[in-house]
């Protein structure tokens, strides 16, 4: 009789695992869509942040020295950045559009876009920031 309540107590019933998978579960449907949601936010936070670093960095380096940069990568070289940040949402520092500058007979990088393609959660296009 001791042999049979030692042995019954060991182990999990197929219903408790049942009824414990079963909540796991339901949470993952809860928390995986909210996990998702949160990170492709924070890559677009991030690129935002990203283009104001890089635009205010354009603009003091032609503050400094009278004309834009012709590549990205002058900024690192005259220790502007350390470093040319990633485009967030593409995961590369090689897709930044660059667009000349406004004025006549300039030449240069005046702007700076977003290669990615599609569209931010409030609608707005990632290359049109």
């Known amino acids: 009789m001791v042999t049979a309540m030692v042995r019954?107590?060991?182990?999990f019933t197929l219903i408790e695992?049942?009824?414990v998978m079963s909540i796991?579960?339901?949470l993952l449907t809860i928390a995986v869509p909210r996990y998702f949601g949160s990170l492709n936010r924070s890559?677009?936070?991030a690129l935002q942040e990203n283009l104001h670093v890089l635009r205010t960095t354009?603009?003091?380096f032609r503050a400094d020295?009278?004309?834009y940069p012709e590549t990205l990568d002058e900024l690192v070289e005259a220790k502007y950045l350390r470093a040319v940040p990633a485009d967030p949402v593409t995961e590369s520092a090689a897709t930044?559009?660059?667009v000349p500058p406004r004025e006549a007979g300039s030449t240069g990088v005046g702007d700076v876009r977003s290669g990615a393609q599609g569209?931010?959660?409030?609608g707005r296009r990632y290359d049109t920031l």
């Open 8 to 11: 019954r107590s060991r182990g």
């Open 17 to 19: 695992l049942l009824v």
């Open 24 to 26: 796991i579960a339901l």
């Open 43 to 45: 890559k677009e936070v």
């Open 58 to 60: 354009l603009d003091k």
């Open 65 to 67: 020295t009278g004309r």
């Open 96 to 98: 930044w559009v660059m």
């Open 119 to 122: 569209q931010m959660k409030d």
